[in-house]
């Protein structure tokens, strides 16, 4: 935001643009948000090409990139607004909403997509996703994703002219801007105080490089290389959110060399399932006392709740402390999803198990049994 105390929203799906209150504060004409606020500032969710100096009755249609221009004499932000094939401006003093470039007078018409260097609303575009702003030259670089180009936009004059693309989809691309090609690139970011351009060349899979000094393309290294193809081992557990139910269970009497088995029954609300592929996992530690078991953090995954999770760890052979009364901390990250719908949540639970550490050694395994309903 012009304050950076706002962070602006794209919101593709509803058609509208929504402010996040990173601190106190309030939009033009609105009234006090508090942190943490988020609200719709334009858009009335209605898919179209609306133009209005209310921002409420503007109409968008799957706005996608945004850039903000704070600075006199501009002080908007730029939207790519994708289905329209157009770009939008949105005033930050009051939330008008004007066309720049692309699309068509008439609102309801989302087909007024092409490939055309113009003025306003002369200029055609197809589909842009992204847009970078430049304050050092006054000028906006839009990701014209589906003519597979790179255009810039003089505001001042409306101007829309292609910078770089020859408008072919293909992975080969010649060194100069009028010979470089892309496939659907989407995001677009400036670099180096206004003298570079960043380009994520999506169907490419690159990261493209537009030095706009030199007016040549060149690839962003990125290192495919797998240093370290093991995972490295976690050396204490993942911090539990606030929400985590916490409880402490009674003391078990335990001796060395044991197997203690602990047996966690996990009840999920109703009309719920555990989320496919989502990372629902178990932590078993003893901090301060991590010589109760053979890794710092031992570890594993929750794939089905139909059955009792079973989680053993054995005792040392020896423990020469036996007055010292360690604790089991058991830890559970539980991802659930609605049967029907896509509401989706994550829940925590927190068990601690005391130890009593007895001289007598047995052999056999003692079972703890632990039960949380979410």
């Known amino acids: 935001g012009s304050e950076d105390n706002v962070l602006w929203i794209a919101m593709a799906g509803t058609h509208q643009i929504w402010a996040l209150f990173l601190d106190d ?56 607004d994708s289905e329209s094939s157009s770009i939008r401006t949105l005033a930050l003093k009051d939330g008008a909403v004007k066309m720049l470039v692309g699309g068509e007078r008439d609102p309801l018409n989302l087909f ?10 002369d200029a055609k575009l197809q589909h842009p996703l992204g847009v970078a702003w430049s304050p050092e030259q006054s000028l906006l670089y839009v990701a014209d ?59 490419n ?9 030199s007016k040549t393309v060149s690839l962003f290294p990125i290192s495919t290389d797998c240093t370290d193809s093991v995972p490295s081992k976690p050396t204490k557990a993942p911090t539990l959110p606030k929400s985590a139910a916490r ?34 996992c178990w932590t078993l530690s003893a901090e301060g006392n991590e010589w109760l078991l053979d890794e710092p953090v031992v570890t594993g995954d929750i794939m089905d709740l139909s059955k009792p999770l079973s989680i053993s760890t054995k005792l040392p052979a020896v423990i020469k402390d036996l007055s010292s009364h360690p604790n089991l901390t058991l830890s559970v990250w539980v991802f659930y999803c609605m049967e029907t ?11 601690t198990q005391p130890l009593q550490i007895s001289a007598d050694p047995k052999e056999e395994e003692i079972t703890v049994a632990l039960a949380h309903v979410f």
Not at 341 to 351: D, I, P, R, V, Y
């Open 341 to 351: 719908g896509t509401t989706c949540m994550m829940k925590a639970a927190c068990f």
């Open 112 to 121: 007024a997509f092409g490939d055309l260097d113009g003025k306003g609303v």
């Open 205 to 213: 899979h690159q990261i493209k490089v537009l030095d706009l000094s």
């Open 25 to 80: 504060g309030k939009l033009p004409k609105g009234s006090e948000s508090k942190a943490g606020t988020c609200v719709r500032w334009a858009g009335s969710g209605s898919e179209e090409n609306r133009n209005n100096s209310y921002p409420h009755k503007a109409g968008f249609a799957q706005p996608s990139g945004l850039a903000a221009a704070p600075e006199e004499p501009w002080s908007c932000l730029y939207v790519a």
């Open 145 to 203: 994703s589906y003519n597979h180009k790179i255009k810039v936009v003089d505001p001042k004059t409306k101007q829309c002219s292609t910078l770089a693309g020859t408008g072919e989809a293909a992975d080969t691309a010649g060194p100069e801007f009028n010979t470089s090609c892309f496939n659907e690139p989407g995001g677009i970011c400036m670099g180096d105080n206004g003298k570079i351009l960043y380009v994520a060349d999506t169907n």
């Open 247 to 280: 409880k402490e269970m009674p003391p078990v009497v335990v001796s060395a060399g044991q197997t203690l088995v602990i047996s966690l029954t996990l009840t999920l609300p109703e009309g719920t399932k555990l989320t496919e592929d989502a990372p629902s």
